[in-house]
């Protein structure tokens, strides 16, 4: 009877909803968790904890139990077995990775062999001595601000019982000193290893380690350490070694072993790579600690008692961080305390030869990273140097070394280490057969799938329906309100000027054509300004600084902003930017709302920086230093530079280049360019053959310049949101009003998305060509690829279904618009390390085509709500027909979006462990991706509780669950810290229209359950 009722429990569809739903909240509150209080926090109270643990268990079991219940050991069931198999071997992977495996770091310095690494798990070590014998005591615990903290532990010792426990635990802690009558003297230290800096606190009496280097204060003579001693109320030092010291006058001078050395203020005494100097001695004080800067570990104080005799303890660490022991004196006992990651042994050494840093040419930002390593095993008598680099893993005797990040004077490097053989090939396993399961899933006969397929024939292709639409795009222009006395140069002059070529910050060469796009569309967010051409835009600037720095050319939006300067129409000059009495006028602005830091700043004073920006962009164009033209041949960096900061030929330059400006003042004057058009050939000429090495080919160059000024992406979002909006509306129409209906209008609406598709095809080749990268690389770039497939999608059903072509056209235009907001830079860019790897391409192209799919879910979620909103009994039959159809290619589409985000999930856990050392992390970004996948499948699952198999429950949940997509794609971007950073933005106020359309979705559902209700149609149900 009870294992009847157990069987019976755990293998019902309603206890896997169950598990999946809190599975998916507990995941998405700990993405929070770690958004405000950090990792460690959200793994102690969620992903390591006991509940969580359980319910991988319970889901196991689940599915073992369903799998026998379903009877899936047969051949027409056997792909839907195999893919919960994968699920189950992911599961065990997982456990393998959490209980046995473990990761950690290893940081090396140039030319530093070193056999121990850093692992990433904490322990508390208690060591308690007696000079004659010793206690010591691991406990692999981890401490944190949101739990309870409730730590005792009792140690019996040599006839004594003595009681530790924790009194309280302050994160990222900052101790300072504070004067107290009854205090005891205290002494703060600044210590610098050469990689790290920071500041400690000894107390009197007190000794405690730090990088293997022993700091005493007054306590018994330690020989082996570097000693603070007062002598008469005086501070002295002294070493076992001697001591290099500098003085304010910045002498060196030298100290000799075991000698008493008064201190001075401003002296730094140095052990060879350690500089150490005291910040402050206070004779009676005590300390105050407060939770300060994030990269500060927790301080934790522990109370301990013996013989109803009691001393406190402030121990610092935190994971990540070596354990730092404090020692304590208590009853003739010397008790030492530290919290932190232990080491762990490796059977061979390595050591870091040389780290290399490769650059982008001409910019500071890197493009690779590499440690060239020598791996010594004794053991083996073996011996090899190896170079370790992003996406290129060090694997050797079950540890896996991977390049993390480096030391800021790039003599050292960050290696994340792991050693999860079977962990991460159980995992690979469970990974292949998911994709083997879902693939075979959509050719098995017998599948979900296929029967989808067989529905929706069986209801027939339905009538044709096609629309005649004439489409007319507004070309808005702008009055020449222009100064009479400005220079404009000729437009095909200045075209031809935008053949020039430059280098951005981060080193990449593009035509300055494209600086000027991109410089107009930061200034006021157009692709022209008053009838002008960006390049004309750029050359007035060169050529008139003095008249553009009155001109009104920079937008604001805020009331505040817009009341405080003279705009016209929210645009204004630089001019108002500068005063006479207080210089520039927003420097008390910008520094208080900088000061506030990202997520505490109000609209005001995120509008402030953004308008800073911009003021710092055109001073930058009016000073000439934006236009970095010109090429050092002598750098070994392949830096070009602008006319402020010509280094090589500079007088030839500087002459070539004023007798430029000189020549198109003349030009603009008599309209004769033959001159100015010699001296650009000059230019040209000049860039080609000083920066040949980097210079891009005709063919690039003419692809970029048409690529500007086509704008393809941004005319297809006018053409898709009028298209999608007027189609949606002419088959909603028709389904009501038969007689509305044309033959030619369809052919006419697949004809003009078809041509439209192949030009955004085109667009997002014509940008991979550009770029050198898959088009997919950050925010604007997965959104054109999002519009792209989900279009693609649209195309697929088609000839199912009209309304999936009508849904996915408007759905694409939303996203292009989107794609298209200022908060969304396009600018094409080099790529950062990590994304320069061919995973990049894999990865996102299928994770994101998931998205594609999933948006045309929720968009006939949407139009099968409007039908069931408009439905009526005259129309009852016709309408639930298309609501059945509708819904069939809905489930057809979510069950391949879903496939397709799961898959692109796990080939991200692949490449994040050939990147980062880890195949899952519990980073925000593929947290989400996880909630999403488990959100859909429990949408796919409710067909089995009869009470909740309904079309209409099914396609409002479509709909809505489309909101966990959203949450992945943008809110991790924009909300979230994570390893994903690359592709997300300056935090940014949720729009409005968001809460808008979240209302109307709101009341269109009610009323589609309402007038479903009240009419007692035809519940329908997923068959």
Do not use: C
Not at 170 to 175: D, F, G, L, V
Not at 457 to 462: E, F, S
Not at 917 to 931: C, F, H, Q, S, V
Request: charged residues 15%; neutral net charge.
């Amino acid at each position: 009877m009870n294992q009847s009722y157990f069987f019976k429990i755990f293998s019902s569809f309603v206890t896997t909803i169950v598990l999946l739903f809190f599975y998916a909240v507990f995941a998405a509150i700990a993405t929070f968790v770690e958004n405000d209080f950090g990792t460690p926090v959200a793994r102690a109270l969620i992903y390591n904890a006991w509940y969580f643990n359980i319910l991988h268990f319970l889901l196991i079991i689940n599915m073992v139990l369903i799998a026998i219940r379903k009877k899936m050991f047969n051949s027409a069931k056997f792909s839907i077995l195999l893919f919960h198999f994968a699920f189950i071997l992911i599961i065990i992977g997982a456990a393998i990775t959490r209980f046995i495996s473990f990761e950690g770091n290893l940081h090396l310095r140039e030319n530093e062999s070193k056999t121990k690494i850093l692992n990433f798990k904490t322990r508390l070590l208690i060591e308690i001595n007696n000079d004659s014998i010793m206690k010591r005591i691991s406990i692999a615990t981890q401490f944190n601000q949101l739990n309870n903290n409730n730590f005792k532990e009792e140690i019996s010792f040599d006839n004594q019982q003595f009681d530790i426990t924790l009194h309280d635990f302050i994160p990222k802690a900052t101790e300072t000193l504070v004067s107290e009558t009854m205090g005891n003297p205290l002494l703060m230290v600044q210590y610098e290893n050469g990689v790290n800096q920071k500041d400690f606190v000894i107390k009197f009496g007190e000794t405690i380690l730090l990088d293997e280097q022993k700091f005493s204060f007054n306590a018994y003579p330690v020989h082996d350490a570097f000693q603070f001693v007062i002598i008469n109320d005086s501070l002295y030092i002294t070493n076992h070694l001697p001591i290099t010291y500098t003085n304010n006058s910045g002498k060196f001078n030298q100290i000799e072993a075991f000698t008493l050395h008064p201190t001075h203020e401003g002296e730094i005494y140095t052990l060879e790579n350690q500089r150490i100097s005291i910040k402050r001695y206070i004779s009676k004080a005590t300390t105050n600690i407060s939770s300060g800067k994030s990269t500060n570990p927790a301080a934790l104080i522990f109370e301990i008692e013996n013989q109803q005799n009691t001393k406190k303890i402030i121990v610092y660490g935190d994971a990540g961080y070596t354990s730092t022991p404090k020692q304590v004196k208590l009853n003739n006992y010397d008790i030492t305390i530290s919290y932190g990651s232990p080491e762990v042994e490796m059977p061979f050494s390595l050591k870091l030869n040389d780290f290399v840093m490769k650059r982008y040419p001409g910019s500071s930002s890197p493009s690779a990273y590499e440690s060239h390593v020598l791996l010594i095993d004794s053991a083996e008598n073996y011996q090899k140097e190896y170079n370790i680099y992003m996406n290129n893993v060090l694997e050797y005797k079950g540890f896996r070394f991977f390049q993390t990040s480096f030391d800021n004077d790039e003599l050292g490097t960050v290696l994340t280490v792991t050693h999860d053989f079977y962990g991460t090939y159980t995992t690979y396993l469970g990974y292949f057969l998911l994709t083997l399961g879902m693939f075979w899933s959509l050719f098995n006969k017998k599948s979900r799938f296929r029967h989808l397929f067989r529905q929706i024939n069986a209801i027939g292709k339905g009538k044709t329906i096609l629309l005649l639409l004439l489409l007319s795009f507004g070309l808005k222009s702008y009055a020449q309100n222009l100064p009479a006395n400005l220079q404009v140069v000729d437009k095909n002059h200045a075209a031809q000027f935008g053949r020039l070529l430059m280098q951005d910050n981060g080193g990449r060469i593009k035509p300055v054509n494209t600086l000027s796009h991109e410089f107009l569309r930061k200034l006021n967010g157009r692709s022209t300004y008053k009838g002008l051409i960006p390049e004309q835009v750029m050359m007035g600037l060169m050529l008139n600084p003095e008249i553009w720095a009155t001109m009104p050319i920079i937008k604001i939006k805020h009331p505040e902003l817009l009341k405080r300067f003279k705009n016209e129409n929210q645009l204004v000059p630089i001019s108002e930017m500068f005063s006479m009495q207080h210089g520039y006028v927003l420097t008390k602005d910008v520094d208080e709302a900088y000061a506030k830091g990202a997520g505490k700043q109000n609209q005001l004073e995120k509008d402030i920086i953004k308008l800073d920006e911009r003021v710092n962009v055109l001073y930058a164009a009016l000073n000439g230093d934006l236009l970095t033209i010109f090429p050092d041949s002598l750098s070994e960096n392949h830096q070009w530079h602008s006319i402020n900061d010509v280094v090589t030929d500079s007088a030839q330059m500087k002459k070539l280049f004023s007798d430029y400006n000189n020549a198109l003042s003349e030009a603009i004057k008599t309209g004769n360019y033959e001159t100015a058009n010699l001296l650009l050939t000059d230019i040209l000429h000049y860039q080609k053959q000083k920066g040949k090495a980097i210079y891009l080919s005709d063919s690039k160059i003419k692809a970029e310049m048409f690529y500007n000024e086509s704008s393809i992406f941004r005319h297809l979002f006018e053409l898709y949101f009028i298209l999608g909006i007027a189609y949606l509306a002419y088959l909603i129409g028709i389904t009501m009003w038969a007689q509305l209906n044309f033959p030619l209008v369809h052919k006419t609406v697949v004809s003009i998305v078809i041509m439209a598709f192949a030009l955004q095809t085109f667009g997002l080749a014509l940008r991979w060509y550009i770029a050198g990268h898959a088009p997919w690389s950050n925010g604007y770039e997965s959104m054109i690829y999002i519009a792209w497939v989900s279009l693609l999608s649209g195309l697929l059903f088609s000839k199912q279904s009209k309304f999936a072509l009508a849904g996915t056209t408007f759905l694409a235009g939303v996203v292009l618009l989107i794609a298209h907001l200022s908060w969304i830079d396009p600018e094409i860019t080099n790529l950062v390390p990590v994304l320069n790897s061919y995973w990049l391409t894999i990865h996102v192209a299928v994770i994101i085509a998931g998205y594609g799919f999933l948006g045309l879910a929720a968009m006939l979620g949407l139009i099968n709500l409007i039908l069931y909103s408009i439905n009526k009994p005259e129309l009852a039959e016709k309408i639930n027909t298309q609501i059945k159809q509708l819904s069939y290619i809905n489930e057809l589409a979510l069950i391949l979006g879903l496939y397709l985000l799961t898959i692109g999930t796990f080939l991200g856990g692949v490449w994040a462990n050939e990147s980062w050392g880890r195949y899952w992390g519990w980073d925000p970004k593929e947290t989400w991706a996880l909630i999403s996948m488990l959100i859909y499948t429990i949408v796919l699952h409710l067909r089995f509780l009869p009470k909740l198999n309904s079309l209409l429950i099914f396609n409002f949940l479509s709909l809505i669950s489309f909101a966990s997509v959203i949450m992945t794609y943008f809110g991790v971007n924009y909300y979230l810290a994570g390893l994903h950073s690359y592709a997300s933005g300056d935090p940014v106020p949720i729009p409005a229209s968001v809460i808008y359309i979240s209302v109307a979705i709101l009341v269109l559902s009610a009323t589609a359950f309402y007038k479903n209700k009240r009419q007692n149609y035809e519940q329908m149900s997923r068959e």
